[in-house]
């Protein structure tokens, strides 16, 4: 979308519809009805908004990786190569290839790290690193420092079989940015879903930040997208989250993030797993939520997502649906009480 930096000759308006199912929680009682309707303002110009997230660094400040000594192999190990780059400049730039390391990496503030495609340009560690093999102790692969203003774009994370392991920490200031990535492991059926990693994207105690253009197959992980005990604005767009033993996306004790165009996806192993888990929320927003079940699950399972004790939580446009005979029997459970059992609702607006 091109948006004019100068004064446009023809009048500007604000077009706003809202149209469909709408269906209201509050307390347990719920009310439904169909509506439509549409809000047409005239606006005054603005010129081209600032963004709401770091840019990307100028290429002429870059370093390449490969001149710290990084080999991109999958066999040396990388890890000073990267603490030495970090250490010394801002934004650092990794070709591809299969950087190893065997310890985390903890970046600045201000550390910009841009890989050149997000699935030939891996972060990888080896199964049973020292370290990150006991889930009662986790640690993190990759860290994100608390209020940092970080660029992390263009790369894929693979933690090998590590209980222990969170792939990224994220404690970012809300203009803090992670886009264009990719989490391994994927897989059907019995490839030790769950079992293997502790978090894939773990937001928690003041991070927030803008997540963008993200896959998480990574089903080793206990989840796909966890954010806890944070306030700070989060937003998050064109996601998918997929595969997990028992949810996709958790959510308790967070407040102002906004979900734009969250997927989920239920395979086979992962018959019984729910799509979103919100617990002590409040001021939550989804737009266009996708709640998919593959067509070869032939069991069913009763809730695509639970709301606990949240306040003003609203999802205009949800959709839950499979080609086969099994999608999700309802679309949220309230409270471990109220059912919202419609799958094609136009907006649903949660007070517990």
Known sequence: IMVPSVQPEYPEYSVEIDMGLKIQVDNRDTSRRFDFDCKVEPVEFTPVPEPDYVPMPPQFDWVNIRDFGAKGDGVADDTEAFERAVAGHQAIYLPS???????????KEDTALIGLHCFNTRLVMDSHTPGFDDPKHPASMLTIPAGGHN??????FDGGANPGLTSVEWMGAPDSILEDVLFLHGGHGDVRKGRDRHYTIWIHDGGAGVFKNIWSPDVWAKDGFHVNDTEAPGKLYLVSVEHHLDVEVVLERVANWKFISLQTEENL??????????????????????????????IQHPYASHAENCKNLKVNGVHVFSIGPTPFSNAFLVDGVTEVRDLEIGTLQINS
Request: aromatic letters at 14%; one cysteine or more.
């Open 97 to 107: 290839g299969n950087y190893r390391l065997t310890r985390g990496l903890s970046l």
């Open 151 to 156: 660029h992390v774009c263009g790369i894929s």
């Open 269 to 298: 192993g992962s018959e019984y797993a729910s799509s979103v888990y919100l617990k002590d929320c409040f001021d939550i927003e989804f737009a266009n939520l996708f709640q998919y079940r593959v067509q070869a699950i032939d």
